[in-house]
């Protein structure tokens, strides 16, 4: 099992920047994809960005140029820094890793709210 924990979410106004963390335990050692989901409501969940192992990434077209996503490995830790955020950034931001036989595991959320 993986064991996924979130920090970083909260309130900040438009145009702010946020980071969030999402810190991995338990039989890891496979995991190869970690990354961030979100859902607003009303709103299906949309990938935000992703990171390989390898440290390969890829964005959903809302977010790049604006969000960055980065993995340190040693630490089991993927980190996504937010920047130039809009209140069409406001959801739920959960965390996800998924192991190369494509098991996943995904954290319990984080709520992030940008105002206007």
């Known amino acids: 099992q993986v064991q996924l924990v979130e920090s970083g979410g909260g309130l900040v106004q438009a145009g702010g920047s946020l980071r969030l963390s999402c810190a991995a335990s338990?039989?890891?050692?496979?995991?190869?994809?970690m990354g961030w989901y979100r859902q607003a409501p009303g709103k299906q969940r949309e990938l935000v960005a992703g990171?390989?192992?390898?440290?390969?990434?890829n964005y959903a077209d809302s977010v790049k140029g604006r969000f960055t996503i980065s993995r340190d490995n040693a630490k089991n830790t993927v980190y996504l820094q937010m920047n130039s955020l809009s209140p069409e950034d406001t959801a739920i931001y959960s965390c996800?890793?998924?192991?190369?036989?494509?098991?996943?595991?995904w954290g319990q959320g984080t709520q992030v709210t940008v105002s206007s």
């Open positions: 990171i390989s192992r390898g440290g390969s990434t």
């Open positions: 996800y890793a998924r192991r190369f036989n494509s098991a996943e595991y």
């Open positions: 338990g039989t890891i050692f496979s995991i190869n994809a």
